[in-house]
């Protein structure tokens, strides 16, 4: 249970990394939920997607472990 979460917590951050960075390059300001309450810089939205990505690998890697 507790390896999915972090799964879960993993993407959802990688998706606002993700969403903010996008719609700062091809939009007209970030996407998502994170522009609602602070103002991110690109690069701390590309850290928050590289962070996320790590968290949701870590997560995975730690789901299949415990399954074999």
């Not at 799964?7 to 951050?13: A, E, F, N, P, Y």
């Given at each position: 249970?507790?390896n999915?979460?972090i799964?879960?917590?993993?993407?959802?951050?990688a998706?606002?990394?993700?969403?903010g960075?996008?719609?700062?390059?091809?939009?007209?300001?970030?996407?998502?939920?994170?522009?609602?309450?602070?103002?991110?810089?690109?690069?701390?939205?590309?850290?928050?997607?590289?962070?996320g990505?790590a968290?949701?690998?870590?997560?995975?890697?730690?789901?299949?472990?415990?399954?074999?």
């Open positions: 249970m507790k999915e979460i799964l879960t917590i993993g993407w959802i951050s998706i606002q990394g993700a969403l960075v996008g719609g700062r390059m091809f939009g007209d300001g970030p996407w998502g939920m994170l522009p609602q309450w602070w103002d991110v810089p690109t690069a701390g939205y590309a850290a928050i997607l590289v962070a990505l968290v949701a690998a870590h997560g995975e890697s730690a789901r299949r472990r415990s399954r074999a």
